[in-house]
C-alpha cells in the first residue's frame, strides 16, 4: 500500500504537467497579409500576368559572351559572394545543434582524489591512513520538451539558415547587376571617347583654316574667332580626359568585383548591344517568391515569431530527468567488482519565481524584436515595388529620349554643315559656326549616355523583380 501511494505521488507531475500545457501551446507561424496591388504605379490599362523576366535565367538577358565571362568570374571568385557562402556554413552549423536539442546529454567523467587527514582534525585525531578513491561515471540528462520550446528554437535556426541562403542569393543578383551596369558604362564611355577624339581632330582641322582665313583677310573671321577655335580644341581635349578617368575609374571598380588586381577590361562595343528579353513585370506578388531581399526578410521575421515562443515558454516549469552510472572504490583492484557499481536515477522540476524580471524582459524584447521584422518585411515589400517602379520610369524616359536626341543629332549635325557653307560666303558668324558644333557634340553625347541609361533601367528592372539567383 505504501508503495502504491508513493508512485502515485508521481503521477501528479505528469498530471500537472499536461493541464499547465493546455495553458501554452506554441504558436504557428502565419505569413503576413501584405497587399500589393499597385505597388508598380502602373497605368491600370497595363495587363499584368503571371509572367516575370525575372524568371529568364542572366545569360539570357545578357547576351554578350565577354559579359557573360566577366559575371560568371565574379560568381565565382568574388568575396562578398565568398563571405555569404561562410555565413551559411555557420547557420547551418548552429541548425544542426538545434536539430539536436531533443537528445540527450551524456558525459563520461573519471576522477581520483586524494585526501590526507590533519593530524589535529576529525580523521587524524583517529589516526586513519590517507583516503584514496577512484571514480569512473556516465551521466544523462534529458529535458523534455513539454511546452515546445526546444522545437521552437530548431524552427528559429532552420529560418535563420534559410535566410543566409536568401541572403547569399541577393548578393548574387546584386553582383551580376553591378558587373553588367559597370560593363555597358565602359561601352558608353569608349563612344563618347570615340566621338570625342574625332571632335578634337575635326577641331583642329577647323583651327587650321580659320587661320587661314584670317591671313587671307575674311571679314567675318577675326583674331576672336581663331582664339574661339583654339577655346573648343582646349575643350574637347579636357572632356577626354574626364572620359578617360572615369574609365580607368569603372575599370578598377570591376576589377574588385572580379576578386582581381585592377587591370584593363576587355568590351565589346555599345552598338552591339541588343535587348532581346521581353520587360515583362508580372504581378506584384511574385515578388514574394522572386526577390531575395523579400524571402529573406520573411525568414527573418519567423525567427523573430518562433523566438518568441521560446521566451514564452521560459515562464513554465520544465523537466529535466538525470540519470547516472558508474564505479567507485577506495582501491583500484576492486574496481570491477559488483559492489564497485553505482547507479541512480532522478527526474527534477524547475519553475522560475523570482530572476530579477529577467524572464519578462527577454519575452517583452522577443515581442518588440518580431514587431520590428514585420515591419522590415513590409518596408521590404514597398522598397521592392518603388525598385520596379523606378526602374521602370527610367526605361521609359530613356527610350523616349533617345527618339529625341535622335532628331536633334541631326538636327545640329545640319545647322552645323549650314552654318559652316553660309561662313564661306560672309552671311555667318564663325561664332554662330562654333555655336552649332558644340552643340551637335553635347547631343551626341547626350544620345550615348542615354543609351547607356536604357541598357541600365533594364539591368535596375532585371534586379528588382529578383532575377539572376536561379
Not at 551637335?440 to 553625347?445: D, Q
Request: net charge positive; with cysteine.
Amino acid at each position: 500500500m505504501r508503495t502504491i501511494n508513493k508512485f502515485s505521488k508521481f503521477l501528479f507531475i505528469p498530471i500537472g504537467l499536461f493541464f499547465l500545457q493546455s495553458c501554452f501551446v506554441a504558436k504557428t507561424y502565419e505569413s503576413p497579409d501584405v497587399k500589393t496591388t499597385g505597388l508598380y504605379r502602373i497605368d491600370t490599362t497595363t495587363a499584368l500576368d503571371s509572367t516575370s523576366m525575372a524568371d529568364i535565367p542572366w545569360q539570357q538577358v545578357f547576351t554578350d559572351t565577354i559579359l557573360q565571362r566577366y559575371i560568371n568570374q565574379a560568381i565565382e571568385n568574388n568575396y562578398d559572394i565568398r563571405i555569404a557562402i561562410q555565413n551559411i556554413n555557420t547557420a547551418k552549423a548552429y541548425l544542426r545543434q538545434g536539430q539536436s536539442g531533443q537528445l540527450p546529454t551524456l558525459n563520461v567523467q573519471a576522477g581520483y582524489n586524494l585526501l590526507h587527514p590533519s593530524k589535529y582534525g576529525q580523521y587524524g585525531a583517529t589516526g586513519q591512513d590517507p583516503l584514496q578513491q577512484y571514480n569512473l561515471t556516465a551521466n544523462l540528462s534529458w529535458e523534455a520538451d513539454i511546452w515546445g520550446k526546444i522545437r521552437s528554437q530548431e524552427k528559429a535556426l532552420n529560418a535563420k539558415y534559410l535566410q543566409t541562403l536568401a541572403a547569399h542569393k541577393a548578393v548574387k543578383t546584386r553582383l551580376i547587376s553591378s558587373v553588367a551596369s559597370i560593363y555597358y558604362q565602359l561601352l558608353a564611355l569608349d563612344k563618347q571617347e570615340k566621338i570625342t577624339k574625332q571632335s578634337i581632330k575635326n577641331s583642329k582641322n577647323s583651327l587650321e583654316v580659320t587661320k587661314s582665313m584670317k591671313e587671307a583677310g575674311y571679314a567675318n573671321v577675326t583674331a576672336a574667332a581663331v582664339k574661339q577655335t583654339e577655346a573648343q580644341v582646349y575643350n574637347s581635349q579636357v572632356i577626354l580626359l574626364g572620359l578617360k578617368n572615369n574609365v580607368k575609374h569603372l575599370e578598377n571598380t570591376l576589377s574588385i568585383l572580379l576578386a582581381q588586381k585592377p587591370h584593363s577590361i576587355k568590351r565589346s562595343a555599345l552598338n552591339q548591344q541588343q535587348i532581346t528579353t521581353t520587360l515583362k513585370t508580372g504581378v506584384p506578388s511574385l515578388l514574394m517568391k522572386n526577390r531575395p531581399d523579400v524571402i529573406a526578410a520573411e525568414y527573418n521575421l519567423i525567427n523573430a515569431f518562433e523566438l518568441t515562443n521560446v521566451a514564452k515558454a521560459s515562464f513554465y516549469p520544465s523537466l529535466t530527468i538525470t540519470a547516472s552510472a558508474g564505479l567507485s572504490s577506495l582501491a583500484i583492484d576492486n574496481w570491477f567488482t559488483g559492489d564497485a557499481f553505482l547507479a541512480s536515477i532522478g527526474a527534477g522540476l524547475l519553475a522560475p519565481i523570482f530572476n530579477h524580471r529577467q524572464i519578462r524582459t527577454q519575452y517583452e524584447v522577443a515581442l518588440t524584436q518580431k514587431e520590428t521584422a514585420l515591419l522590415n518585411y513590409k518596408q521590404t515589400i514597398l522598397n521592392a515595388g518603388e525598385d520596379v517602379a523606378n526602374a521602370l520610369t527610367d526605361y521609359k524616359n530613356a527610350t523616349e529620349k533617345i527618339a529625341i536626341q535622335t532628331k536633334q543629332v541631326d538636327a545640329l549635325q545640319k545647322a552645323t554643315d549650314y552654318s559652316q557653307e553660309l561662313l564661306k560666303y560672309g552671311l555667318a558668324t564663325y561664332l554662330q559656326v562654333l555655336t552649332a558644333r558644340d552643340q551637335a557634340l553635347n547631343a551626341e553625347l547626350g544620345i550615348i549616355d542615354s543609351r547607356y541609361q536604357q541598357l541600365d533601367a533594364m539591368v535596375s528592372l532585371y534586379q528588382a523583380l529578383g532575377g539572376g539567383w536561379e
